[in-house]
């Protein structure tokens, strides 16, 4: 940058007067350097890549994640029944599977109908072994033996996935069985991990 004094018949004027940096070659490596910037400089295309290749869903992930949630409630379950720290464990869980620290969770969990929407962390930990909302007997800890899942479909788009189907509940006292239809939304973060966004699931209809 070179500062030009000029004269001018009403004023004088301070002009400044850029001078193009011209990079190329070692030099212009070693100008980027002194300035701080790194010597090796990914491309936007590289970073496009790079961050694409982390947060692309695939089925395989929603499969796992779905394999994580029964696995939870089963084990919350059984800490319960064995005297264990299931609070603990649903608390942990709750925070792996469900996407609350990251935004906007949509949820409607079947066996609720005073409070029927849980928009935050609380009111699901209370839906799963009980809280602060009144209706809510605690749905992990009733317990499970087993949960089983049969997805109609899975759609993948980008780092979201839905899925749609129903899956069946076994009672680890009575080995009845409960059929529950759902729809599942997943994200996958920068991290790698898949969180649920939306979680919406109802027992089938019954005609009247």
């Not at 940096?21 to 701080?36: T, Y």
């Not at 009672?171 to 529950?180: F, I």
Request: with cysteine; hydrophobic share 40%; glycine share 8%.
């Amino acid at each position: 940058v070179t500062a030009v004094r000029v004269s001018n018949p009403r004023a004088m004027l301070a002009v400044t007067r850029l001078q193009p940096l011209r990079l190329g070659g070692s030099a212009a490596i070693s100008s980027l350097s002194r300035c701080g910037v790194p010597r090796a400089v990914p491309s936007l295309r590289q970073i496009r890549g790079i961050t694409s290749a982390s947060t692309t869903i695939t089925e395989q992930d929603v499969l796992t994640a779905q394999k994580a949630w029964s696995d939870g409630v089963v084990a919350i379950g059984k800490a319960y029944m064995e005297g264990g720290d299931y609070k603990g464990m649903a608390t942990a869980a709750a925070s792996d599977i469900y996407g609350y620290d990251y935004g906007k969770v949509l949820f409607k969990p079947t066996r609720c109908a005073e409070v029927p929407f849980r928009p935050k962390p609380e009111d699901a930990l209370s839906y799963f072994v009980g809280g602060h909302i009144a209706e809510d007997t605690g749905f992990a800890i009733q317990p499970w033996s087993k949960i089983e899942w049969f997805n109609h479909d899975i759609y993948c788009a980008g780092d979201v996935a839905l899925a749609m189907g129903e899956y069946k509940f076994t009672d680890a006292k009575t080995a009845a069985v409960s059929k529950v239809e759902y729809t599942f939304g997943y994200r996958k973060h920068p991290d790698g991990n898949v969180r649920l966004f939306l979680h919406h699931s109802s027992v089938p209809f019954k005609p009247v």
